[in-house]
């Protein structure tokens, strides 16, 4: 990132634009970086520990994280484990902090390492540069309260662009998004070394690759009043399609693209009728009606462990995981059949000093009671035979019980027993 001394007397004095009201998910501006990773569990840990992230939700696909969001200084950011077509995408962010030396020590303790030492620029930032264990590029910086104030849409996270033809990269986002320029340094060849390109509510910052700071196409998240029409103007553009526009189910009207350059845009538009009649429908449905009036809470020792395990002897389905910063599991939320349980890791802060006064680890040692839970299944033998397989311990044969179920006891490797049972079918 270069300096750039003459963006002062040029933002200063630029009129501001008049924009379309997009339309987006509440807490969300136009553009949202999507860093997709190998290990986004990992990441997930990395932004709370270096910059104080607060974890909004995630949506855990099996051992992985299909979709996470997060929420630094103001700004969302959003997280997924790669997969198929969604590959790795190294992404370089410049995150306006409070303090950008204290954060820069932060990143490094948290394990990034660093580009450059905190230094103040002539643009008006106090700024250094840190590379965190994903290869993702962090440009953390304060700016200044006696220099000019920064344009119109420059929010705490900002994606950064080092392209390699510049100028082209800002034709295609003014053809494609409708973008604006508000800033731009150009020497005599042509070479752009900042420039600063609002979309919506939005900047996108980008300076000529160069040294260290070669291309890292990003995937980015863009909110827009209409994406059918974003999406057909991105193709007349130059972009290729990534996916076509689909409505789905969590609200938005979606598209894909790869622009010409690498880097990919997730078009969306945010239905509010939609996510006002979901808002509705959970209001006339009272919690207890969606999970059942008794949700068992059940304390392990790995609770992501028994979470897997439940998975393969009951095909339990998993639909929420909180894990904290020191790796401990707050919350996971798994289904089997129509039934809900919540599972954490308990509570006991030394597992191996109570195992060394000779505690037992049992539930109730490490924070919580065994539960006896009955739970129906399509096959009982076979669900049966799979918890022994588990390791499981049985405490009732199966056989037909004269109250209609043919039923078995086991207790699994975490001391909570299981009645498996599958009603009787009639005579006749």
């Known amino acids: 990132m270069e300096a750039f001394a003459q963006e002062q007397a040029s933002s200063a004095s630029a009129p501001q634009p008049v924009r379309e009201l997009e339309t987006r998910p509440e807490g969300f501006h136009s553009i949202t970086p999507y860093?997709?990773?190998?290990?986004?569990?990992?990441?997930?840990?990395?932004?709370?520990?270096?910059?104080?992230?607060?974890?909004?939700f995630r949506v855990p696909r099996g051992d992985q994280i299909a979709h996470a969001q997060l929420q630094i200084e103001g700004s969302m950011i959003e997280v997924a484990?790669?997969?198929?077509?969604?590959?790795?995408?190294?992404?370089?962010?410049?995150?306006?902090?409070?303090?950008?030396?204290?954060?820069?020590?932060r990143a490094l303790k948290a394990g990034a390492t660093s580009l450059h030492e905190p230094t103040d620029q002539d643009y008006g930032d106090r700024e250094a540069s840190v590379k965190d264990p994903f290869g993702n590029h962090w440009y953390i910086a304060t700016h200044r309260k006696d220099a000019e104030p920064l344009p119109e849409g420059m929010h705490n996270i900002t994606p950064y662009l080092h392209p390699i033809g510049a100028p082209k990269v800002i034709d295609f986002l003014k053809s494609a998004f409708g973008a604006e320029e508000v800033f731009r340094a150009q020497d005599d060849a042509g070479t752009v070394h900042h420039a600063k390109i609002r979309i919506g509510d939005s900047i996108v910052a980008m300076g000529e690759a160069h040294g260290p700071y070669q291309p890292m196409p990003p995937a980015l998240h863009l909110y827009v009043p209409d994406t059918d029409l974003t999406y057909q103007r991105a193709l007349d553009a130059g972009a290729i399609s990534i996916d076509e526009p689909v409505d789905q189910g969590y609200g938005d009207r979606y598209a894909?693209?790869?622009?010409?350059?690498?880097?990919?845009?997730?078009?969306?538009?945010?239905?509010?009728?939609?996510?006002?009649?979901?808002?509705m429908e959970q209001a006339e449905v009272a919690p207890h009606q969606r999970h059942g009036s008794i949700m068992p809470f059940m304390y392990f020792e790995d609770a992501a462990g028994a979470a897997e395990l439940y998975k393969r002897i009951f095909g339990a389905t998993e639909t929420e995981r909180i894990t904290q910063p020191d790796g401990k599991v707050s919350h996971v939320h798994i289904e089997i059949g129509d039934t809900h349980l919540m599972?954490?890791?308990?509570?006991?802060?030394?597992?191996a000093e109570y195992r060394a006064k000779g505690y037992a680890t049992t539930p109730r040692a490490l924070g919580g009671t065994p539960l006896h839970l009955y739970v129906y299944v399509a096959d009982a033998d076979a669900a049966f035979s799979r918890a022994l397989a588990e390791g499981s311990k049985i405490v009732d044969t199966m056989e037909d019980k004269d109250w209609g179920d043919r039923c078995g006891g086991v207790q699994d490797r975490f001391g909570h027993i299981w009645y498996i049972a599958t009603p009787l079918k009639a005579d006749g």
């Not at 860093?35 to 909004?56: C, D, M, P, R, S």
């Not at 370089?92 to 030396?101: E, G, M, N, R, S």
């Not at 954490?344 to 030394?350: K, Y």
């Open 81 to 105: 484990d790669a997969i198929d077509k969604y590959k790795p995408n190294p992404t370089a962010i410049w995150l306006f902090v409070p303090d950008a030396d204290a954060m820069y020590a």
């Open 343 to 351: 599972l954490r890791d308990a509570n006991t802060p030394d597992l």
């Open 256 to 279: 894909g693209v790869k622009d010409p350059f690498g880097n990919v845009w997730y078009i969306a538009t945010h239905k509010q009728t939609a996510a006002a009649n979901v808002k």
């Open 35 to 56: 860093l997709q990773v190998e290990g986004a569990g990992g990441l997930i840990g990395f932004l709370k520990n270096a910059f104080g992230a607060e974890e909004i």
